[in-house]
């Protein structure tokens, strides 16, 4: 037990050494903030009017979309900070210190989901200006965001084991995002899978995207009606397989990436 309050107590005072270069590198922020805005402008007002979508507003049922992508993507910041501090010897200065070995994956981890709220949050209002409405009652709006956070904060993992595993910031930038591009265009993040050749349908029903944000229009009145929900078991139970699929990624990668911190911190 005190290993664990050890661990937290060191993590959250890594996550605030990062939150303050956040701070003192303002770009960062405001670039990771701009790119999901322009996503919900583009697919708005130019995409929006070409697609229909059955039992809901397209703008309504972009927005999910639009979210899930946004923590996606802003787990990509965890590989290039970890891949920062190891280039710049900052992960041999923080192993010299009397403190968790855990504290420095806590943090980074930490840090980056308290990023991902912050730009969700200026989305949420972009979102409700072009017409965005939830129609539930507020403990499930707010089950919806947790959700949300929980599977970005699932996301820093993977991402922390490709910025341990590679050898520079460029190629964990790189690293970090290149995979996550077809993960989220092969979904129903933006269309509906029911539009996808035949054999692409089951991949994408099951991709843990897909199963994220049926969950969260769900959870927020905006889901879809009829075929272009999906089918079988992913679009009966997508919470219950959001879960699933937030605890396995969880249960892999956190114990992956303890091994390849401690693989890199003895280069």
Same mark, same amino acid.
């Given at each position: 037990?005190?290993?664990?309050?050890?661990?937290?107590?060191?993590?959250?005072?890594?996550?605030?050494?990062?939150?303050?270069?956040?701070?003192?590198?303002?770009?960062?922020?405001?670039?990771?903030?701009?790119?999901?805005?322009?996503?919900?402008?583009?697919?708005?007002?130019?995409?929006?009017?070409?697609?229909?979508?059955?039992?809901?507003?397209?703008?309504?049922?972009?927005?999910?979309?639009?979210?899930?992508?946004?923590?996606?993507?802003?787990?990509?910041?965890?590989?290039?900070?970890?891949?920062?501090?190891?280039?710049?010897?900052?992960?041999?200065?923080?192993?010299?210190?009397?403190?968790?070995?855990?504290?420095?994956?806590?943090?980074?981890?930490?840090?980056?989901?308290?990023?991902?709220?912050?730009?969700?949050?200026?989305?949420?209002?972009?979102?409700?200006?072009?017409?965005?409405?939830?129609?539930?009652?507020?403990?499930? #709006?707010?089950?919806?965001?947790?959700?949300?956070?929980?599977?970005?904060?699932?996301?820093?993992?993977?991402?922390?084991?490709?910025?341990?595993?590679?050898?520079? #910031?460029?190629? =964990?930038?790189?690293?970090?995002?290149?995979?996550?591009?077809?993960?989220?265009?092969?979904?129903?993040?933006?269309?509906?899978? =029911?539009?996808?050749?035949?054999?692409?349908?089951? #991949?994408?029903?099951?991709?843990?995207?897909?199963?994220? #944000?049926?969950?969260?229009?769900?959870?927020?009145?905006?889901?879809?009606?009829?075929?272009?929900?999906?089918?079988?078991?992913?679009?009966?139970?997508?919470?219950?397989?959001?879960?699933?699929?937030?605890?396995?990624?969880?249960?892999?990668?956190?114990?992956?990436?303890?091994?390849?911190?401690?693989?890199?911190?003895?280069?």
């Amino acid at each position: 037990m005190n290993g664990l309050t050890e661990a937290l107590g060191d993590g959250w005072v890594v996550a605030k050494r990062n939150l303050i270069k956040i701070k003192r590198i303002p770009d960062l922020l405001i670039f990771s903030t701009l790119q999901p805005i322009m996503f919900v402008l583009l697919f708005a007002y130019v995409f929006g009017g070409a697609i229909k979508v059955t039992g809901v507003n397209y703008r309504e049922y972009l927005m999910a979309g639009i979210f899930t992508q946004t923590v996606a993507f802003g787990a990509g910041i965890t590989a290039i900070g970890l891949a920062d501090d190891l280039q710049k010897g900052i992960i041999d200065r923080f192993r010299s210190l009397p403190m968790s070995r855990a504290a420095v994956l806590v943090g980074r981890t930490t840090s980056d989901l308290l990023n991902n709220v912050f730009v969700v949050a200026v989305m949420s209002l972009c979102g409700l200006l072009v017409g965005w409405r939830v129609h539930t009652n507020p403990l499930e #709006v707010l089950a919806g965001f947790a959700l949300l956070f929980l599977f970005g904060y699932s996301m820093s993992w993977i991402s922390a084991v490709i910025g341990l595993s590679v050898k520079s #910031v460029e190629v =964990a930038q790189s690293a970090g995002l290149i995979w996550i591009f077809p993960l989220t265009f092969l979904s129903n993040a933006f269309i509906s899978t =029911a539009t996808l050749p035949g054999w692409l349908q089951p #991949v994408a029903d099951w991709n843990p995207i897909s199963s994220i #944000v049926l969950a969260l229009r769900d959870l927020w009145g905006n889901a879809p009606a009829g075929l272009e929900r999906g089918g079988g078991f992913p679009a009966d139970h997508p919470l219950l397989l959001a879960l699933l699929w937030i605890a396995l990624i969880l249960v892999i990668f956190v114990p992956l990436a303890i091994r390849a911190y401690r693989r890199a911190a003895t280069r």
